[in-house]
C-alpha cells in the first residue's frame, strides 16, 4: 500500500530521472565473459530484443554490439492508458576490444531466448616491451 510519502517520492524520482536523462537501463546488455583454454565466451542479455534487430560488427580490434527495442510490434498500442512504463525503448551499443589478430571468420555467434552468445578464440598477441619509467622526485 502506497503511503503520501511513498507516492511522493516515487513521482519526484520519476520527474527527476525524466528531466536528468536517468533511465533506468538494469538488465539490458548485461555481459558476463569467461576465459576457457580455446579463448572467450560471451553471454550477453539483449531481452525484448529480435534476433533480426541484433547486430555484431568487428572493427580495427574492436567488436561493437548494437540491438534495438521498439513498441512498434506491441498489438495493445494506442487501446490503453498508460500509468507507468518503465520497459526500454530504444537502442544501445557496447563496445569490447578483442585485438587487431581475430577476424570476422574467427567469431562465432548465436542468438537464444534473448541471449547473445560469442565464441572468440585466443590468437596470439604481440608481446608489448615493458617500459622502464625512471622515477621523479619532488
Known sequence: MYTTYTFARNLFDEIADSAFGNHNTTGLMN????????????AIDLPGVEKENVNAELKDGYLYISAAISRSNDPEEGKSKYLRRERFVGSMRRT???????TQEDIHARFHNGVLCI???????????????IAIED
Open 96 to 102: 569490447f576490444s578483442v585485438g587487431d589478430k581475430v
Open 31 to 42: 555481459t558476463d565473459i569467461r576465459e576457457t583454454e580455446k579463448g572467450l565466451e560471451m
Open 119 to 133: 565464441f572468440i578464440p585466443k590468437k596470439q598477441q604481440p608481446v608489448l616491451q615493458e617500459k622502464n619509467l
